[in-house]
């Protein structure tokens, strides 16, 4: 298949993609810190039962989108909808309670509660409703857990804490699942571990994810579509398959060899 | 041998009082940082409140059980003293949320300020003393010298009521839902949020349960001491925040300790040497304490996994 041929949209507006209503929407986003801004318009989509990612170098602006879907900080320009609704000035906590759940960057474990708490903690917007079935179920995903449900979040390693972070974002059951660098500083064995369990989320339960990465061949293998972000716009996107094979983004995101 | 064992419950007592107030301190500053100056006025205020509804309950409507009346009191200046904690994080804190950090600092000495005065002004400035109430006594045992040790019934009333309060509410944050959203927000209010945490409403009650337990400290204050004064905030609230800092401020244990520590360095310097050092005697061991243990007595170094 050559390259050429690949319809790769610069600086993306609307997707084609399916006909169907996206779960998630964001138009035109701009974001400031103070006055630097740091996302410039950004425009993506996620539909219902995709993997979605995007991925950009450090400082691209990835973890400020992830964090102004949840309004902080917020938006000044532009729009974010989820399922159908403007969440672009709903307050951070309402939009978790709309079914969005998040494993931010730096984990941001509880470090002062136990595994079992910060669980707990994930399942606050259910009201705890079917806690025990969904503690089990993370505890097949991450048997690491079970074993130390009674230890502090603090005292976890890296790995175990990405894993807590990712379990505590499932236990709301979630329509649309952020996940922030899941595989940052963990071993190449456990990066494949999460890689799995993120694939079987999508396919056994239906469930949406949107991944941020810069584990660029990991994660364009594992999604359905990409995006790529670079200084604050998105400058390409396509399938996971087009943009691995797009010679921009293997001299950019790729070369060295994969990881 | 006799006066040690007595000053040992007189500062015990004592010390209940500041680690109720302790409590508010400690709290408030866990959860937004602040150390809420208000917090010792709002003590005083509480006391008002209680002498106020003991006076209509047993002067105007004629209650003859003491016990029952204050209990009244209590639930009403709990309730009450609640509402103004509310109040004053909403109108006077919350706006400054995200301001440099001096400005909620400067405001809590305001409102302060505010407190002190509004209620010199509504209740006057002299001693205000309440009918003498349990005034019986339990002998515990007579010393060689004919000393009596003795335990008043308000002793009694006071450290009970303060282990009951702190156990009810030690399961409250440590066991219920609500207890846990709070710890969640002192560890990491932006998590929280992302959790579906509503952090505004959650600070507000931290506020609302630090000045509950502040009416707690005010009605045994007055029940202890049978007078207050619209500037009987100041002091007792200095000593609380110290003993806040003492136990290690942010830990909730370390708040009751650094109270019980401070009530008792105060009553036996008094007894054992001068009553007019006795607040130096306190001060001191804060400072020595603070050379040697900088996070306070049960306050946590923190160390953290990134």
Known sequence: ?259 | MEIFVQQLINGLTLGSIYGLIAIGYTMVFGIIGMVNFAHGDVFMLSAFIALIFFLILTTWLGMTSIVLALLIVLVIAMVLTSLWGWAIERIAYRPLRGSFRLAPLISAIGVSIFLSNFVQVAQGARNKPTPPMMREVIVLFQGESGYNVALSYKQIVIMASTAVLLAIFWYLVQKTSLGRAQRACEQDRKMAALLGIDVDRTISLTFVIGAALAAVAGTMYLLYYGVVSFNDGFVPGVKAFTAAVLGGIGSLPGAVLGGLIIGLIETFWSAYFSIEYKDVAAFSILAIVLIFMPSGILGRPEVEKV
């Open chain 1, 1 to 259: 298949m050559s390259t050429a041929g690949i319809p790769l949209s610069v600086d993306a507006g609307v997707q084609p993609g399916p006909a169907r209503k996206p779960l998630l929407s964001v138009r035109g986003v701009k974001t400031f810190y103070g006055n630097i801004i740091a996302l410039k318009g950004v425009d993506l989509d996620v539909h219902e039962g995709e993997i979605v990612t995007l991925i950009g170098a450090n400082g691209a602006g990835k973890s400020t989108l992830m964090m102004t879907i949840f309004g902080d900080p917020r938006a000044r320009e532009g729009t974010i909808t989820f399922a159908g609704r403007d969440i672009t000035r709903m307050p951070t906590h309402q939009i978790a309670q709309l079914s969005i759940a998040q494993s931010p960057e730096g984990r941001r474990i509880f470090g002062r509660m136990s595994v079992f708490e910060n669980l707990q903690m994930g399942a606050s917007i259910n009201k705890m409703a079917h806690f025990n079935e969904d503690l089990e179920r993370v505890c097949t995903l991450f048997p690491r857990l079970k074993e130390r449900l009674q230890q502090r979040g603090g005292t976890l390693s890296g790995g175990e804490q990405q894993m807590l972070a990712i379990a505590r974002a499932l236990m709301s059951r979630p329509k649309l699942l952020l996940l922030d660098e899941p595989s940052l500083g963990l071993a190449p064995l456990i990066v494949k571990q999460i890689f799995t369990i993120i694939k079987e989320l999508n396919e056994k339960d239906g469930m949406t994810v949107f991944l941020v990465e810069q584990n660029a061949y990991h994660a364009l293998r594992l999604a359905h579509r990409g995006y790529v972000m670079v200084t604050g716009n998105i400058t390409m996107s396509g399938s996971g398959k087009e943009l691995l094979e797009n010679p921009q983004v293997r001299a950019a995101y790729l070369e060295g060899g994969h990881h």
